[in-house]
């Protein structure tokens, strides 16, 4: 496998392009948005000057790499001369689901499809395709470029070939992979979420304050950030559909996102992304400011 087509110029889709192009595969970013997709190329070239700045990259693995990523806002075009698609667009499930359709009608025949999907079951996105043993999950963590784990989900009819295939690439690419089954939120994520869930629901019981839960948390768990942190930087509007689809997958209370969360999203304080949640970001700075809302 040489090219790779990834559906989806977001946070994650931008980082996975960036660490393809980066290992030498020939990459076509696609989003339907131009705008998504210049934002994303500029992303990328300030992930490889943090890079450069480390020691990590040169400004000629950059420019090298850069020239590998060419883009598109026609997914049918985008996906025709892929020798693997990796769709990485918003964690809705009807969205994912028409994507699928799309991009098994247009990529070529035998090809594998992969999903970043965090939480979205691979035998549902495999069972609208032609293909559903060459269907599968490849969730990667973000920041893409900086962290090592990619969880490999098996759908229901996953072959084994597609999935020795896809753990080789994995491996290349300079990743961890760790192969788990098609349950609701896999394996990190049915653990992790519902940690972040609970934190979420002792700021909203009162039991202690943003910043108190998130430094118990580092330097009684050491864990590298706080929960309510983390759950800024994922994104609550992840968060929250990740727990959705826990809540109903397993039918049981203890998924249920807490009220603050909900009430969260539908206002649009999205954490990072929308520069504020439990915290307020200001660009360029690195200074964590607990949001007005939680003081």
């Given at each position: 496998?040489t090219?790779?087509a990834v559906?989806?110029?977001?946070?994650?889709?931008?980082?996975?392009?960036?660490?393809?192009?980066?290992?030498?595969?020939?990459?076509?970013?696609?989003d339907?948005?131009?705008?998504?997709?210049?934002?994303?190329?500029?992303?990328i070239?300030?992930?490889?000057?943090?890079q450069?700045?480390?020691?990590?990259?040169?400004?000629?693995?950059?420019?090298?790499?850069?020239n590998?990523?060419?883009?598109?806002?026609?997914?049918?075009?985008?996906?025709?001369?892929?020798?693997?698609?990796?769709?990485?667009?918003t964690?809705?499930?009807?969205?994912?689901?028409?994507?699928?359709?799309?991009?098994?009608?247009?990529?070529?025949?035998?090809?594998?499809?992969?999903?970043?999907?965090?939480?979205?079951?691979i035998?549902?996105?495999?069972?609208?395709?032609?293909?559903?043993?060459?269907?599968i999950?490849?969730?990667?963590?973000?920041?893409?470029?900086?962290?090592?784990?990619?969880?490999?989900?098996?759908?229901y009819?996953?072959?084994?070939?597609t999935?020795?295939?896809?753990v080789?690439?994995v491996k290349k690419?300079?990743k961890?992979?760790?192969?788990?089954?098609?349950?609701p939120?896999?394996?990190?994520?049915?653990?992790l979420?519902?940690?972040?869930?609970?934190?979420?629901?002792?700021?909203?019981?009162?039991?202690?304050?943003?910043?108190?839960?998130?430094?118990?948390?580092?330097?009684?768990?050491?864990?590298?950030?706080?929960?309510?942190?983390?759950a800024?930087?994922?994104?609550?509007d992840?968060?929250?559909?990740?727990?959705?689809?826990l809540?109903?997958?397993?039918?049981?209370?203890?998924?249920?996102?807490?009220?603050?969360?909900v009430?969260?999203v539908?206002?649009?304080?999205?954490?990072?992304?929308?520069?504020?949640?439990?915290?307020?970001?200001s660009?360029?700075?690195?200074?964590?400011?607990?949001?007005?809302?939680?003081?």
């Amino acid at each position: 496998m040489t090219t790779v087509a990834v559906v989806g110029a977001g946070t994650m889709g931008n980082g996975i392009a960036h660490v393809f192009a980066q290992s030498g595969y020939s990459v076509t970013l696609i989003d339907v948005y131009q705008t998504q997709i210049d934002k994303a190329l500029q992303t990328i070239s300030k992930n490889f000057d943090r890079q450069i700045a480390k020691g990590i990259s040169t400004e000629e693995q950059k420019q090298i790499s850069l020239n590998k990523v060419t883009t598109c806002t026609d997914t049918a075009k985008g996906v025709q001369g892929a020798d693997l698609v990796v769709e990485a667009s918003t964690e809705n499930v009807k969205l994912k689901l028409e994507l699928f359709k799309q991009i098994d009608e247009s990529a070529p025949s035998g090809i594998i499809l992969a999903s970043n999907t965090s939480s979205i079951s691979i035998t549902k996105l495999a069972a609208v395709t032609k293909r559903p043993d060459r269907v599968i999950g490849m969730h990667f963590m973000n920041p893409v470029p900086v962290m090592k784990l990619v969880e490999i989900i098996n759908g229901y009819a996953t072959g084994k070939e597609t999935t020795s295939a896809i753990v080789e690439i994995v491996k290349k690419i300079g990743k961890v992979p760790c192969v788990v089954k098609d349950y609701p939120g896999f394996t990190l994520n049915r653990i992790l979420l519902p940690m972040i869930n609970e934190a979420i629901c002792g700021l909203h019981e009162g039991i202690a304050g943003v910043e108190e839960i998130d430094t118990s948390m580092k330097l009684g768990a050491a864990h590298p950030m706080g929960p309510l942190q983390l759950a800024d930087l994922i994104g609550l509007d992840v968060c929250l559909a990740v727990l959705t689809t826990l809540y109903e997958g397993f039918g049981n209370p203890k998924y249920a996102p807490c009220p603050i969360l909900v009430n969260m999203v539908t206002a649009g304080y999205l954490g990072v992304k929308s520069g504020e949640g439990f915290y307020r970001y200001s660009p360029g700075s690195k200074e964590l400011i607990v949001s007005p809302r939680f003081k």
